[in-house]
């Protein structure tokens, strides 16, 4: 069984960078069928797919058009995780994140972070 | 991006009886390449993150009671709860998974008449 264990600050202040990690337990980062995903979410846009990370003999990641730019999730094979940043953060991007894995890559999130809050504030 | 939008966004059903809530998608989610909706449903309780229920629009996750069942083809799905618990109480969202930009449903919040 797939566990998910994300980590990262919850205040963080407007025109910094968010960033949280996401540790992998029961399966690995660099699965050939799995995909690694950040998800948030909010009252005012409820759940918010935002970007994907995954291996199939190279690396792939695919990111949330409106946040191009801003945004990477970057894997991290030595120790089994993946981790989310978010750059030039506004009092728009506060939310609850978390970290969900696809174990067949079809696309279905079947494992979650516990979540974090992320709170953009001076 | 696909838009995904569920029916109704709230319901009060009485312990015992039916459930039903609706996604329809603003695109056919069928793909004709392996005849397989993409569309899953979710379960999410207060101050947890969502609980995969379902997927391929009708296949049962590991777990879930059998009370819970997805049908559906195309562009409209239905998750339906045979006969509600109180434990069922939750918000529950389709989300539809073939290319990303993923996109979820608004969600559907289940309470007890």
């Known amino acids: 069984q797939v566990q998910l264990q994300q980590s990262g600050p919850g205040l963080v202040k407007p025109s910094q960078t968010l960033s949280l990690t996401c540790a992998i337990s029961?399966?690995?980062?660099?699965?050939?069928?799995?995909?690694w995903n950040w998800i948030r979410q909010s009252p005012s846009r409820g759940l918010e797919w935002l970007a994907r990370t995954y291996y199939r003999s190279r690396w792939y990641n695919d990111y949330a058009v409106s946040l191009r730019g801003r945004i990477t999730n970057n894997p991290d094979t030595s120790k089994n995780q993946f981790s989310l940043q978010l750059r030039s953060v506004t009092p728009e991007d506060t939310a609850v994140y978390y970290c969900?894995?696809?174990?067949?890559?079809?696309?279905?999130?079947?494992?979650w972070g516990q979540g974090t809050l992320v709170t953009v504030s001076s | 991006d696909i838009v995904m939008t569920q029916s109704p966004d709230s319901l009060a059903v009485s312990l015992g009886e039916r459930a039903t809530i609706n996604c329809k998608s603003s695109?056919?989610?069928?793909?004709?390449?392996?005849?397989?909706?993409?569309l899953a449903w979710y379960q999410q309780k207060p101050g947890q993150p969502p609980k995969l229920l379902i997927y391929?629009?009708?296949t049962r996750e590991s777990g879930v009671p059998d009370r819970f069942s997805g049908s559906g083809s195309g562009t409209d799905f239905t998750l339906t709860i045979s006969s509600l618990q109180a434990e069922d109480v939750a918000v529950y969202y389709c989300?539809?998974?073939?290319?990303?930009?993923?996109?979820f449903g608004q969600g559907t919040k289940l309470e007890i008449k």
């Open positions: 969900a894995g696809a174990s067949t890559g079809a696309g279905y999130l079947d494992s």
């Open positions: 989300h539809r998974y073939y290319s990303t930009p993923y996109t």
């Open positions: 029961g399966d690995s980062v660099s699965s050939n069928s799995a995909t």
């Open positions: 391929w629009a009708s």
């Open positions: 695109q056919s989610v069928l793909y004709s390449s392996n005849n397989k909706n993409y």
